[in-house]
């Protein structure tokens, strides 16, 4: 049985019908295969990203996802190709750095995973069910069911040998495991100090580009956007702030804020559009971890994945790739008959989320005021570098976001020929090489296929297994076994959060959106 039926519970309910007989989805949306936006995922009006791990994940569990979406509408590049990148330092060099990437709006993903799911026999959905507690075995260590209801005098249990709470950010799994007499368990929340503002355009297309970024950076660029290419080939723009910054939602002062980046593609597209739909705002941004693996007991019969367990600020784009791997996980043990499996599997979802968490964080308290750990200043310095060098070298460029891909560790930033690059002197008059005019898309090719021969990538690998992500255009890239094993991301520290400090642990909530503020008046959990 599967709690919720969002991205997470589709993942989940793929894996498990391939090893018991009937899989239910409860729901608490009255969802159908052509479902569109919903109540449950407000996030879906902005942009989604689905890294190039969660690609080749996902083409795992659906064979040929990839081309249905492409058939949908959804484009398919390199993303060294397709991608304007602005750092603060200039344009990041345009060619191909063998990132396969494909674009599509999260209604667009999650209809074709729900058809995908649907489809099998083996499963069955109950739409518009709120479950609102566990069912126990005599002995209270084993959860046997749920109980719930989907009208409010059709009270119900539902029995079931594995219940995968898959019900997102506003889990009750703390309460109930709490109230059931197993602790509650360790929470750690990071702040997110961002805001975004999205409007959906009708623009004229271009081949030259699908996605253009340019990110806040603390502490001067307080503010950013995104503009990618979605399915039916419109543009979908955020406009992003930080440090108290926010776009304003009417017309002429989205326009205006647009107006203040270095890329001139989101007032065009603003200019030069047809803007469909009103402005869509979201705000706390927090990532947040329940720390279930540190349990000192853990119910058998009960499993928690995605964002029950771990959300991600959705600005780094991390949350469907993590999600997917722990799925990809769930799917390798029951494989292998894993005993004592829901222990097994928390212990193995904290160690694929070590990597992301600590990408996520890092980068998050940037924005803090207060002094932070050592370990977490270094990061940073180390990051405003690479921010100097990526500009004017593609091979540093690509090694950054196969590291920010979640396709390799962040051991491809710590090669001794970047660290040279990162660490030596500027030089007078130095400007790292940056582009300040935006690249062409052909531009720096020949110095990504150079890094290649001179030692820019292959030295890294470890001799053994690769899973191919299924290069675009003919290149190819690899995932790096030494870092994960099924699925798992292994850095050295798997449990902690880089520069995490205990009082930085605050109580969790879920980003609110002005569309709930105005539906309900308040932002408070629906």
């Known amino acids: 049985m599967v709690i919720g039926g969002g991205f997470g519970g589709l993942c989940a309910a793929r894996v498990l019908s391939g090893h018991f007989a009937e899989v239910v989805v409860l729901e608490q949306d009255p969802v159908t295969a052509e479902s569109a936006h919903r109540r449950g995922i407000p996030q879906a009006h902005h942009p ?90 005599a002995e209270g260590t084993r959860v046997t069911g749920v109980t719930g209801s989907a009208l409010p005098d059709a009270h119900e249990e539902i ?24 602790g509650r368990p360790e929470e750690v929340s990071v702040t997110g100090e961002g805001v975004y503002t999205t409007r959906l355009f009708r623009a004229p297309s271009t081949a030259d580009w699908t996605t253009v970024a340019e990110f806040p950076r ?57 803007p469909l739909g009103r ?26 994945l995605g964002d029950a367990v771990c959300t991600l600020n959705p600005v780094h784009a991390q949350g469907m790739t993590v999600t997917a791997v722990q799925a990809q996980i769930l799917g390798g043990l029951l494989d292998r008959g894993a005993a004592d499996l829901p222990r097994v599997f928390q212990k193995r979802v904290a160690r694929a989320l070590a990597l992301p968490w600590a990408m996520a964080t890092a980068a998050d308290l940037t924005w803090d005021p207060h002094p932070t750990p050592a370990r977490a200043r270094l990061a940073r310095w180390y990051l405003a570098r690479l921010d100097h060098v990526i500009p004017g070298d593609p091979d540093v460029f690509r090694r950054f976001f196969l ?83 099924g699925g798992e991301f292994l850095p050295a520290r798997p449990e902690g959060g880089l520069g995490q400090r205990p009082e930085q642990q605050h109580p969790p909530h879920r980003g609110v959106t002005h569309d709930e503020v105005d539906e309900r008046g308040h932002g408070g959990p629906r």
Do not use: N
């Not at 603060?88 to 074709?112: D, F, K, N, S």
């Not at 776009?247 to 065009?268: K, N, Q, V």
């Open 159 to 182: 029995g079931a040998d594995l219940v995968v709470d898959a019900s997102g950010r506003l889990t009750k799994l703390p309460t109930w495991l709490r109230a059931a007499g197993f």
């Open 403 to 485: 590291a920010a891909h979640l396709v390799r560790g962040p051991a491809v930033l710590l090669a001794p020929s970047v660290l040279w690059k990162v660490l030596r002197p500027p030089r007078r008059g130095d400007q790292g090489g940056a582009v300040v005019d935006q690249p062409g898309a052909g531009d720096g090719q020949r110095a990504v296929e150079e890094g290649d021969e001179q030692g820019g990538e292959r030295p890294d690998h470890a001799e053994g297994d690769h899973l191919p992500l299924g290069g675009v255009g003919g290149g190819e890239v690899v995932v790096d076994q030494r870092h994960e094993r």
């Open 279 to 304: 402005a869509h705002r979201m705000a706390h941004l927090d990532s947040r971890w329940v720390h279930y693996h540190r349990m000192p007991r853990w119910p058998g019969g009960l499993l928690c």
């Open 48 to 137: 989604h990203a689905l890294l190039a791990r969660g690609s080749a994940v996902l083409e795992h569990l659906f064979p040929g996802l990839g081309d249905e979406l492409a058939a949908r509408g959804a484009t398919r590049a390199d993303f060294g190709e397709s991608a304007r990148y602005r750092l603060p330092t200039g344009w990041a060099p345009r060619g191909r750095i063998g990132l396969p990437i494909q674009t599509a709006t999260r209604v667009t993903l999650e209809r074709c995973l729900r058809r995908r799911v649907l489809d099998d026999p083996r499963v069955t959905t109950r739409p518009g069910f709120t479950v609102d507690g566990l069912c126990w075995d």
């Open 218 to 274: 603390a502490p001067d660029r307080r503010r950013g956007g995104v503009l990618v290419t979605t399915e039916d080939g419109h543009r979908l723009l955020t406009l992003m702030g930080a440090d108290g910054q926010a776009a304003p939602t009417d017309p002429a002062g989205f326009l205006d804020y647009a107006r203040t980046l270095s890329s001139p593609e989101f007032a065009e597209t603003i200019t030069g559009g047809e």
